[in-house]
């Protein structure tokens, strides 16, 4: 078994910054994949961001040039650092790991973008 737990969401101004954190726990691998998903009510989940374990990173279009995710295989963590937030960056956050046969998530955490 695999446990997901995010933290560090929050309210921001629109312009700021947050970073998330995802720790795992578990059966896990320094190689498995990870990565962030957001959901915002009335639309579909969308891909933020996934790293290998080898930490090649994907962005999703919307967050290019704007978000950074990275991870600490020594302390089995996964961050997203969130810059110049928008009000449409509004979402639950949520993080998965690819173990090569399933997706695991963690609970989400919520970040709005409000002044």
């Known amino acids: 078994q695999v446990q997901l737990v995010e933290s560090g969401g929050g309210l921001v101004q629109p312009g700021g910054s947050l970073r998330l954190s995802c720790a795992a726990s578990g059966n896990i691998f320094s190689d498995n994949n990870m990565g962030w998903f957001r959901q915002a009510p009335g639309k579909e989940r969308e891909l933020v961001a996934r790293?290998?374990?080898?930490?090649?990173?994907n962005y999703g279009d919307s967050v290019k040039d704007r978000f950074t995710i990275s991870r600490d295989n020594a302390k089995n963590t996964m961050y997203l650092q969130m810059s110049s937030l928008k009000p449409e960056d509004t979402a639950v956050y949520l993080c998965y790991l690819y173990t090569g046969l399933r997706h695991y998530w963690g609970q989400g955490t919520q970040v709005t973008v409000s002044s």
């Open positions: 790293i290998t374990g080898g930490g090649v990173a």
